[in-house]
């Protein structure tokens, strides 16, 4: 039995080589298999797998967290024992599924209807559709007419180059992970935090709805000024009346609200039905470009360019010298007829006349075709003001003028939304099949394509057309007919319509893609108040989106102008921009391992000039609508972080926190600071019983107090002490307690960490040491400790006085400076004000730290009413003009505004003997008892470990001689006691009769009558103080000594004050007279 399968093992080595596996090569990108070389294909294919199926279209909609699910960790060498119990029925074990969902938790789990669009229908065409907009046709010949070619060369670059490097920052982002819908929000909320995403989100979905109505105005003026003018309201001769309650601007209103409900039809028909006729709407687009080119070809070679009249250099209008409106006859009719003469000679102008008599009428060709005289001549700006017809002189009526006062800024910020649109295809990411594929190549290709186009019109416009003409912004000298269809060929009628379909092709998409920032805006329930707009329809239609979009759309037309819309957009789209550009380049220097965008065509250094270019552009357009911007950005920001729900989407803004962090930190030497730049690094202690339903007012106060003390700046950390027999299995508790403390620190207005430490009984001298070598990083580590006074009793406080004793021991041996709170529970809420004083015990030189305390505690609202009042206890009389002097220089030159008083003690011998021998006896017979309590539990089998030996003690072996030492000293203590109270002298015994056998140690003696002394003096002075501070009394190296004495003596030094912080420094000066 033992042969046979040796010669099993043998056969497999003789001979020919067996495999164990096979291997398959995917391509990452397609999916598809990829045939290996001879090398890693198997020696022995198997034919079953040879033959098998391909993959079912069902399995292709698995996600990959449920294929991996299926495929793997099945191996149960690596797996724990309790994760075989969780295995998933499907094979793959639970585990997994927290380390392979690809994208975030909240996902959408619903699969509804996608449309699955591709590059082309989903991208590019889209996006070209919204940037080749109204503007191109019916600003862009004004903007060279005004601003000179070369000029127009440098807007047009500023223009371009934003939103090509914007495009390159897009790409890479969009290619760094899985993009689902909200397009530019979900990018910036997923890399900058939810608070920067909805603030940019909101302001960008509000230039998408108000670049709809910008469109449709656009598309309106096009309509009645182009196309229809009979159907103007009022006639022709309101073209020109734009004011803002004009009759025009009431035609835009009235015009624009109709093709805003003929555009709402046919984006509920859906998001497929509206690109679908992109294509149509774009090619009408396209052949007015051609149409144009093909003009400038055309009257050049053939001659017969459109001819305009002019007097000397004035452009006249039409309406001047023709009565008719075929531009044809434009050479017959201009000359010094009598009714042109009445045009200019009967008004009260004598001026105007004179230079009318002077003047030539001369009939001038407007498009020239393309000509390099015609290019010269508008190589140069020719910036003008409001009813200027040349720089420096006003026009008349009779002239063609400009109705606002122009610049080169602002031009930029009038063309800008001209190269708008690049993320048009982005917005729609959820409806595209391949996010990560279509983004990039679409939007880059798009941009590209479009800068190209715009760079090439108006170097056409500036070489086929006269400078004045390009100047007649509303085409006046050509019967109010649009400029550029008269470049056209082979008729008007092509440009006219294909700029009509631009601007109603870029309002659907706007009208399309807004509604669809908004849903995902609201699906992640940052904003509460728009949750109502997360609904969708079957289709995936956000039609509650699109009727609120609509809306707002509607408000916007009601401003009427183009250029005011234009002006308004600018700062939405640029803010929204410069976003992205912030997000590419803070994750290529802060190198996150998470940063791996496809997408490898970008540098940090593009991505920060193009966000300069965009915060350039919005404030040298028009500084006031940037910082109006910026702000309503931050107003957004602070409203989702006061109100909005918290996300976790492991933004960018987090890693560029801990990079600064870990920058200032190394920077930060691990040394004592000056004392100019010293302030408490607070560690508050807090030793609460945490829970859900307790509320501990010790620990509450303790972090009102540390709050009131910080006004939040510098370093703060509370640690819980929670006592626990067992330490396996705590995270869950341990989590809720960190956050209970992080609630309360909130309500504190405190701001810092919150820790908690748990302990079995045995650890907690390990576990306070520990606590204090290990806490901090660096030069930030916490310099000043923050206790809690125990309550003074026997053993219902024990534990309680063990862990102050070890807290109070090692923060003092670390070289800290520790604050002991004594009566907590009375310090004040943050919501009280209190007046009165606030004393300072200057018992001991401390380094000044409790002036310093003093004087933080006096900015905070609570104690701000209180004066500071320092006391200083003489011993020698003689000296206290001189110490007086000395103390009041010492105060002034720190700066600190305080009442100084000098106390001199008056020696009440006999009184002050008495009660610090009655007190010292108690002393020693509280000391008694919890020595014996100690070895009775000794004796007993177990150890009383709130009473026990310090570290800076060597434990000694409990033997039996020391059991009866201490047996026989209780008992003769409380014999004699029990014979005095037996006694039947009915004299009331003296303390020298009641303790006349006790022999009490002098140094504790001494201790005991100093407390005694200035608790007396304190109580003259402070009783009705808001607030005590003292030095603390030098604690002992031991535990046991401070449980047994050091208690007793910091209570009867406190006896009587209500609310008491005991300071102690660590031996520095942290305050000092030096500017």
């Not at 715009?454 to 100047?471: N, Q």
């Not at 701001?751 to 606590?771: D, H, M, N, P």
Request: with cysteine; aromatic share 8%.
């Amino acid at each position: 039995m033992v042969i046979k399968p040796l010669q099993r093992v043998l056969s497999l080595m003789d001979g020919r080589q067996r495999r164990f596996s096979t291997l398959t090569q995917l391509n990452p990108e397609t999916f598809k298999v990829i045939r290996t070389d001879e090398r890693l294909r198997s020696i022995t294919d198997d034919p079953e797998l040879a033959q098998a199926p391909p993959v079912r279209r069902a399995d292709r909609k698995q996600s990959v967290s449920q294929i991996l699910h299926d495929k793997i960790n099945n191996l149960a060498l690596f797996r724990d024992d309790d994760e075989e119990a969780a295995k998933v029925p499907s094979g793959g074990a639970a585990v997994i599924a927290g380390y392979t969902v690809p994208g975030p938790s909240e996902r959408a789990s619903s699969e509804r209807k996608k449309a699955n669009l591709g590059v082309m229908l989903g991208v590019y065409l889209p996006t070209i559709q919204h940037i080749l907009g109204v503007t191109m046709f019916i600003r862009l010949f004004w903007v060279v007419g005004i601003a000179g070619i070369w000029q127009t060369m440098i807007l047009l670059l500023l223009c371009c180059a934003c939103t090509l490097l914007t495009s390159i920052s897009l790409s890479a982002v969009a290619t760094n992970g899985v993009v689902e819908s909200g397009g530019a929000y979900f990018m910036i909320s997923r890399n900058l935090g939810a608070e920067f995403g909805s603030a940019v989100g909101i302001l960008f979905y509000l230039a998408n709805t108000v670049a709809t109505s910008m469109y449709l105005v656009g598309g309106v003026e096009v309509l009645l000024l182009y196309i229809f003018p009979s159907m103007t309201i009022g006639g022709e001769e309101v073209h020109s009346d734009v004011g803002a309650f004009g009759m025009m601007t009431n035609n835009y209103r009235i015009y624009g609200t109709a093709l805003l409900l003929l555009e709402v039809i046919i984006v509920a028909l859906g998001v497929r039905f509206v690109q679908l006729l992109a294509p149509v709407s774009l090619a009408c687009v396209i052949l007015s470009i051609i149409a144009c080119f093909a003009g400038g070809i055309e009257k050049a070679v053939a001659n017969n360019g459109q001819h305009v009249c002019m007097l000397d250099d004035m452009l006249l209008p039409s309406k001047v010298y023709m009565n008719t409106s075929d531009l044809s006859q434009v050479c017959t009719f201009c000359e010094k007829s009598d009714e042109v003469r009445a045009f200019f000679c009967d008004v009260d102008d004598e001026t105007l006349c004179k230079e009318f008599g002077a003047g030539t009428m001369e009939c001038r060709k407007a498009f020239t075709g393309f000509s390099s005289e015609t290019l010269n001549k508008n190589l140069n700006p020719l910036y003008l003001d409001k009813d200027e017809a040349f720089p420096g002189r006003k026009a008349s009526k009779n002239e063609v003028s400009q109705d606002a006062r122009v610049t080169f800024w602002i031009l930029l910020a009038i063309y800008f939304p001209a190269v708008t649109g690049i993320m048009t295809g982005t917005n729609m990411s959820g409806d595209l099949a391949d996010p990560q594929k279509s983004i990039p190549s679409g939007t880059i290709a798009a941009t590209t394509t479009t800068s190209i186009i715009y760079f090439a019109l108006a170097l056409l416009f500036g070489a086929s057309i006269e400078g004045a003409v390009l100047r007649d912004k509303s085409g006046k000298s050509l019967d109010s007919s649009l400029v550029v269809a008269s470049l056209a060929w082979p008729t008007p009628w092509v440009v006219i319509i294909g700029s009509f379909l631009s601007t109603f092709g870029a309002a659907l998409q706007c009208l399309c893609s807004a509604p669809r920032l908004l849903q995902s805006i609201a699906k992640d329930d940052v904003i509460p108040m728009l949750s109502p707009f997360a609904r969708v329809t079957k289709s995936n239609e956000p039609f509650l989106g699109l009727l609120f979009t609509a809306f707002i759309a509607e408000l916007a037309i009601l401003l009427g102008a183009v250029d005011h819309i234009a002006e308004v957009l600018d700062f939405f789209f640029l803010m929204c921009y410069a976003f992205v550009n912030l997000i590419c380049a803070l994750h290529s220097l802060l190198g996150a391992p998470n940063w791996r965008p496809r997408y490898k065509y970008y540098h940090w250094s593009l991505s920060l000039a193009g966000g300069f270019l965009c915060f350039f552009i919005m404030f040298a357009s028009n500084w006031v609508y940037a910082l109006i911007s910026c702000a309503l950005t931050m107003i957004i920001y602070k409203y989702v972080e006061w109100k909005g729900a918290k996300k976790e989407w492991g933004d960018g803004i987090r890693g560029l926190a801990l990079t600064t962090a870990q920058y200032s930190l190394l920077k930060v030497e691990d040394k004592d600071p000056h004392p100019k730049n010293w302030r408490p690094q607070l560690m508050i202690l807090v030793d609460g019983k945490y829970s859900k339903e307790t509320i501990d007012l010790r620990s509450v106060n303790l972090l009102n107090l540390a709050g009131q003390m910080k006004a939040g700046r510098g370093l703060a950390i509370a640690v819980g002490f929670v006592r626990s027999d067992n330490l396996h299995g705590l995270k869950k508790r341990g989590e809720e307690i960190k956050q209970r403390i992080a609630a309360d620190m909130v309500a504190a207005r405190l701001r810092g960490f919150g820790k908690c430490l748990f302990y079995e009984e045995t650890q907690i001298r390990g576990a306070v040491s520990a606590l204090y070598q290990s806490v901090g990083i660096g030069g930030l580590r916490p310099n000043t400790v923050i206790l809690n006074f125990p309550k003074h009793g026997l053993d219902e406080t024990a534990l309680d006085q063990r862990i102050f004793g070890e807290q109070l021991v090692r923060g003092v041996q670390t070289e800290n400076c520790v604050i002991v709170c004594k009566g907590i529970t009375d310090f004040p809420k943050p919501s009280a004000r209190l007046i009165g004083t606030m004393d300072i015990w200057w018992i001991v030189h401390d380094g000044g730290i409790l002036m310093l305390i003093a004087y933080l505690l006096q900015q905070h609202k609570v104690w701000k009413g209180c004066k500071l009042r320092i006391f200083v206890i003489a011993e020698d009389d003689d000296n206290t003009p001189d110490l007086k002097a000395k103390l009041q220089k010492h105060i002034y030159m720190l700066r600190i505004d305080a009442m100084l008083f000098i106390v001199s003690t008056v020696n009440e011998a006999d009184e002050l003997d008495d009660d610090a021998r009655i007190k010292t006896i108690q002393m020693e017979e509280r000391s008694t008892r919890l020595r014996a309590s100690f070895v009775r539990g000794a004796a007993n089998g177990y150890v009383n470990q709130a009473f026990n030996i310090s570290v800076d003690e060597p434990e000694k072996p409990i033997t039996n001689n020391t059991l009866k030492a201490v047996k026989t000293a209780e008992t003769s203590f409380t014999n004699d006691t029990e014979s005095r109270k037996n006694s039947s002298d009915s004299t009331p015994p003296t303390p020298d009769d009641i303790f006349e056998d006790v022999k009490l140690d002098d140094v504790k003696f001494k201790k005991m009558t100093d407390a005694v002394r200035v608790n007396r003096v304190m109580l003259e002075y402070s009783a009705n103080s808001q607030l005590v501070l003292l030095s603390l009394p030098k604690p002992p190296r031991s535990v046991t000594a401070l449980i047994e004495t050091y208690l007793v003596y910091v209570e009867t030094l406190t006896e009587g004050l209500p609310r008491v912080l005991l300071i102690g420094g660590s031996g520095k000066e942290v305050i000092t007279a030096d500017s």
